[in-house]
């Protein structure tokens, strides 16, 4: 009788950990998808980031910025999405880069939003 009881212990002290773990990766799984969906639209990103100095959605300029009409980033050689990232990230001229202010991947949202804007002539 003693080792069936035994049995019995074992198994349910083997179970503890075992359903611990899975809490466990289970709670990780959430928080990643969390922080995946916390990524910020464009428009709040340019609002919270951008706007100070390209005001009117890009086609009034303050302190020395560039105008963000597709004619201008045309000109400048910067009308794509890779070029907005980088300088959305690094900066350029008196712009300081954003890098640190950017959460991962709202570089490029930002930058696609931004181009999206210039070609409608941000209306």
Known sequence: ???????KIFKFLFKI????????FQT???????????IR?????FRNVCAGCHVRGGSDVLKGSISLKLSDLEKRGIADVNSIQIIANDGIGFMKGYK???RDG????LAQWIIQNAE????
Not at 17 to 24: A, D, E, F, G, S
Not at 41 to 45: H, L, V, Y
Not at 120 to 123: D, I
Request: charged share 25%.
């Open 41 to 45: 639209d464009g428009e709040t990103i």
């Open 1 to 7: 009788m003693g080792g069936i009881n035994q049995m």
């Open 100 to 102: 640190n202010k950017l």
């Open 28 to 38: 990780s799984l959430q928080n990643r998808y969390l922080i995946a969906s916390d």
């Open 120 to 123: 409608k002539g941000w209306e």
């Open 17 to 24: 950990p075992v359903i611990t773990l899975i809490i466990i």
């Open 106 to 109: 709202e570089d490029k949202v």
